[in-house]
């Protein structure tokens, strides 16, 4: 180690939704965190931003949501809901003591207050500033990383301890016991890692989004339509704002380019009640779009490095779940973490393997909701077998459980459950709808497939070698 190279207990790459709140819960803990992230901050990451009841509380947990309301981001408590034919109106599902159902913060306004947390707590933050290379010992456990600063001083701190060292496009070393890597889909940690990718989808819908100013907000209520080739969003976001999200299918993107934002406008509007909100409204701004993707698992972990949110892991967006799973893993690895570097601790071989146990978690935390995400952004029609049980559970009375998915507080496999599933086919094949058996030995097929994944993963080979 070179007298220059600056020593922390852990270095966290990427300062947004899953590296802010990371280095905030182990800066809390009196851990020596040094944040790094390459864009300057505040600034906008192409994404669009509704996060969830169980997000909500952890951000509450974090004291965040004042300065998240304070951003006229209104809590959202209902839903209007729609899957294939059925329609339905819906009270977000909430717990005891949760602050809210759904949210939407533009993330050049979520991103910033999530990093000033970090450095209340005293986590360093550098900005502008790149990890190059991971630095290694002889026995190639990471040791710390290789950075170079893009232009300005791009640093700052507040709280206790050794502010970093170092000016505009200097190369320097920043050292750790542990490296995280939160630093999104296109993972330098992960590349120079040779995290391997697996359970890899690509996307299927391209998603094009947009915000309105003057909508007709009423009682704020996040629209959810997915029908026929369709995929519509819209809520209230900060601002004041309206915000609308579209599924197009790949094979009408070129007109659809084309004829925006009109091609934006008319889609929003084949879902009546976006159609009813934006009747006074005017567009604020450039339409956004993403037309290519890919969902995946990557290895989380190996010797002196983890990887967190889209690092690690990414699914369709569609489900709107990347913030809070986030969030989610965040919290669970600070633990980790903690049990391991905390009260003195340090055995590198322990805490490799309480890393690869946080791993284990992780997939078998997000594998039903990625599958699920990926088979609601998927092209292909709606099983009708899907809107049947939604039926049968609004019956019940029961329909509003489905957004106990989207909360992550509820499995797929809870919710579309053997039961349900059977008395759907049962109402279905009553109705003549024999084409549903076709379709139930499909989706069975599918579900053998995945479990085998689970079991032995089709992995992707990484960009380097291991
Ligand atoms: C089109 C689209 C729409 C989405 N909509 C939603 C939604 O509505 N709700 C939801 O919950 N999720 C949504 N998501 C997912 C969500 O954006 C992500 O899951 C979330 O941003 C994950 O946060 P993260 O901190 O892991 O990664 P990111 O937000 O990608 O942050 C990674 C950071 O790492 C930095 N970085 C990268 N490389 C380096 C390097 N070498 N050195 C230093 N810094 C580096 C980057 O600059 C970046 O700031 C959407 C995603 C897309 C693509």
């Given at each position: 180690m070179s007298s220059s190279d600056e020593q922390y207990d852990v270095v966290v790459v990427g300062?947004?939704?899953?590296g802010a709140p990371l280095a905030t819960l182990l800066a809390r803990e009196g851990f020596e965190v040094c944040l790094v992230e390459k864009a300057e901050l505040p600034s906008d990451t192409p994404s669009t931003h509704v996060f969830e009841a169980d997000a909500l509380a952890f951000l509450d947990s974090l004291g965040v949501l004042d300065e998240l309301r304070a951003t006229g981001a209104p809590m959202i408590a209902r839903a209007d809901a729609r899957v294939g034919d059925v329609r339905w109106p819906a009270t977000w599902p909430v717990r005891p003591?949760?602050?809210?159902?759904v949210m939407s913060v533009r993330r050049f306004r979520l991103d910033p207050v999530l990093v000033r947390a970090a450095q209340d707590a005293g986590a360093a933050l550098l900005t502008r500033t790149a990890v190059t290379d991971l630095v290694r010992a002889e026995d190639g456990r990471v040791t710390g990383v290789r950075v170079s600063t893009a232009t300005g001083d791009g640093e700052s701190r507040s709280g206790t301890g050794t502010a970093p060292r170092g000016g505009a496009g200097e190369e320097r070393v920043l050292r750790a016991r542990l490296v995280v890597g939160a630093d999104g889909r296109a993972s330098t940690v992960a590349r120079l890692a040779g995290a391997r990718s697996y359970h890899v989808t690509p996307n299927q819908f391209a998603l094009f989004w947009s915000y309105f100013a003057?909508?007709?907000?009423?009682?704020?209520t996040f629209v959810f339509h997915r029908w026929a080739d369709r995929v519509v969003l819209g809520l209230p976001t900060d601002d004041g704002l309206y915000q609308v999200q579209v599924g197009v299918d790949p094979a009408r993107l070129r007109e659809f380019r084309a004829g925006l934002p009109g091609s934006l406008l008319e889609y929003a509007r084949a879902s009546e009640p976006v159609a009813k909100a934006l009747a006074g409204a005017r567009l604020v701004g450039e339409p956004h779009g993403t037309t290519h993707w890919k969902g995946y698992f990557r290895e989380p972990t190996g010797p002196g490095w983890v990887l967190v949110g889209d690092a690690g892991h990414f699914k369709d967006p569609t489900a709107g779940r990347g913030i809070g799973d986030a969030f989610l893993q965040a919290a669970r690895l600070a633990e980790t973490v903690t049990g391991q570097l905390?009260?003195?601790?340090?055995d590198a071989a322990e805490l490799d393997e309480a890393l690869r146990r946080w791993g284990a978690w992780r997939d078998a935390e997000f594998v039903e909701p990625y599958w699920f995400a990926t088979d609601i952004g998927?092209?292909?029609?709606?099983?009708?077998v899907l809107p049947e049980v939604l039926r049968g559970m609004r019956r019940a009375g029961v329909?509003?459980?489905?957004?106990e998915m989207v909360n992550h507080r509820a499995r797929p496999t809870d919710i579309l459950t053997r039961p349900r599933l059977l008395a759907a086919v049962g109402r279905l094949l009553a109705r003549g709808r024999l084409g549903v058996l076709r379709e139930v030995v499909q989706l069975a097929a599918v579900d053998r497939h995945r479990r085998a994944l689970g079991r032995r993963p089709q992995y992707e080979a990484p960009s380097l070698p291991r």
């Open positions: 300062a947004r939704c899953a003591g949760d602050p809210g159902g003057d909508a007709e907000i009423g009682d704020p905390g009260g003195g601790g340090g998927s092209l292909a029609p709606l099983p009708a329909a509003d459980g489905l957004f």
